[in-house]
């Protein structure tokens, strides 16, 4: 079965540090992971995506995040945290045979002026 | 370009009444597509899927229904809300190509008095 875990419900940060969120996945067969953003009373917002290729994938406002296979995660990160990042932040895995997505229990990033 | 419609966007219904959500995508064909509902501004429960009309797998048994009448339209129904149906239902489409991520409607605020 196809799952991802992130292990942090609550990311503080200060505005200009990196941040890293973190996610961890269980897949069989290849993994399709992806990140995406959610803004109070607002929709899930697509980040970016890992399918297959460069273990560092780039995505939106400045996001990126590392596949790494051995370790069975997809952190993502940022070099300079601004607040207007401040969301929740959700990981996910396609299960691809049966056209589902499965989520994480999502990280809230807090950045602080 | 393809955008995700969903109405209304918030909804107080007494517990007892029937329930009609609606959500509509624009600019794709053969769409899947999905319910959520996400509790207290956290996971996401995957509620129901579709991968055509009339095609609807339920994923957790429930108070809930849902039925695709049209290629593009997925409805979320009840015929007796509960308290516990309180919450924010969000609508998402993707392909059948496997590397390709959800895109989000902007949900739909359900409050259960």
């Known amino acids: 079965a196809q799952s991802v875990a992130q292990p942090e419900d609550q990311v503080n940060v200060a505005e200009g540090n990196p941040l890293t969120v973190k996610c961890t996945y269980s897949?069989?067969?290849?993994?399709?992971l992806f990140w995406y953003v959610q803004y109070p009373n607002r929709g899930l917002q697509f980040l970016l995506k890992?399918?297959?290729?460069?273990?560092l994938v780039k995505g939106s406002y400045g996001f990126e995040a590392e596949f790494n296979k051995s370790q069975t995660s997809f952190h993502l990160k940022k070099p300079s945290a601004l607040v207007s990042d401040s969301a929740l932040y959700f990981c996910?895995?396609?299960?691809?045979?049966?056209?589902?997505?499965?989520f994480g229990s999502g990280t809230k990033l807090n950045v602080k002026p | 370009s393809q955008t995700i419609h969903q109405w209304p966007a918030t909804l107080v219904q007494p517990v007892g009444s029937p329930l009609s959500l609606e959500c509509t995508v624009e600019g794709t064909s053969n769409p899947n597509l999905y319910w959520y509902r996400q509790a207290a501004g956290r996971g996401l429960q995957l509620l129901f899927y579709s991968v055509g009309i009339g095609q609807i797998s339920s994923e957790v048994p429930q108070n809930l229904s849902a039925s695709r009448p049209q290629d593009r339209q997925f409805i979320l129904s009840s015929k007796k809300l509960l308290l516990s149906d309180s919450g924010f239902y969000l609508c998402a489409w993707s392909v059948l190509k496997r590397g390709d991520e959800q895109f989000f409607g902007p949900g739909t605020r359900l409050t259960v008095l």
């Open positions: 890992y399918i297959t290729g460069d273990n």
């Open positions: 996910a895995v396609r299960d691809a045979l049966r056209n589902k997505f499965y």
């Open positions: 897949v069989s067969g290849n993994p399709y």
